[in-house]
């Protein structure tokens, strides 16, 4: 079995439709444009890594029949991909083995502040669900003949910086990225997918829009390039139309063989 990558959300921050029920330039009609805030799975046949928890992140694991999590490694602190962390509770209870997560200083601070009572001991009936481990350059795992590696690169993200994951040097997964060190462009080379913040048509300071991404494409040139935190401007079909074919925006659900 190869290994499979799964975009289970991804919309922007406040997801489309907001939670006003406001759509803006998404047609309603298209299931397309229904987007949950950006998490991601990695799948083999005994192992699932879960990219992020976002606010979304229970109705995703049960659209996708998603029956366990083994470990978690985040992109950044941000609300949109961290706050669906409570919703884990059920696979330690499952397993009776707490979860590793994997994350950077920054983040690492915010879920340790946030949501303590997931890491440490409160001394309460609940206890502590999930071990908080330093995240790596590298991470290799192994799944009988399948190997899965991430590798971490950290990329700007307005004025934080936020990891992108590079499985197998093949697949690179950013969803909130405003700009790859040069020091680090030659890590993009050769890659078979490119899935990346494209949050809406015009410049946002902390994420790149349509037109970075294709500036970006024509450098380090990817075999196929998925848009994915996108916004309530970018409607699906009309997105599609402006693109050319090994370009394509992400729906909910969307699967990537890797
Ligand atoms: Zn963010």
Redesign the pocket.
């Given at each position: 079995m190869s290994i499979k990558f799964t975009i289970l959300g991804c919309g922007y921050s406040m997801g489309v439709p907001r939670i006003d029920g406001f759509f803006g330039r998404c047609d309603p009609k298209n299931k397309k444009n229904y987007r949950t805030r950006c998490s991601a799975l990695i799948s083999s046949k005994n192992l699932n890594i879960l990219i992020d928890t976002s606010p979304d992140l229970r109705e995703q694991l049960i659209k996708n029949k998603v029956k366990s999590i083994d470990k978690i490694f985040y992109t950044?602190h941000?609300a949109?991909?961290t706050h669906g962390i409570n919703d884990l509770r059920v696979f330690y209870l499952k397993n009776k083995t707490k979860l590793n997560v994997y994350a950077d200083d920054q983040t690492q601070k915010y879920l340790l502040k946030s949501f303590n009572y997931c890491f440490r001991n409160q001394g309460l009936s609940y206890p502590p669900i999930m071990n908080m481990l330093d995240l790596k350059d590298n991470h290799k795992f192994v799944d009988k003949k399948n190997n899965i590696e991430l590798k971490s690169v950290v990329v700007k993200?307005g004025n934080i910086n936020?990891i992108c994951y590079i499985i197998n040097k093949k697949c690179a997964y950013a969803s909130?990225i405003s700009k790859i060190y040069d020091y680090d462009i030659k890590l993009f080379f050769n890659l078979k997918y490119l899935i990346i913040d494209c949050l809406r048509y015009d410049p946002h300071y902390s994420h790149f829009n349509l037109k970075n991404v294709l500036d970006l494409v024509k450098v380090i040139k990817p075999e196929k390039t998925i848009l994915t935190n996108l916004n309530h401007e970018m409607d699906y079909n009309q997105l599609k139309k402006k693109l050319p074919n090994n370009i394509t925006p992400a729906f909910d659900g969307m699967t990537l063989l890797i």
């Open positions: 950044h941000h949109d991909q993200h936020s909130d």
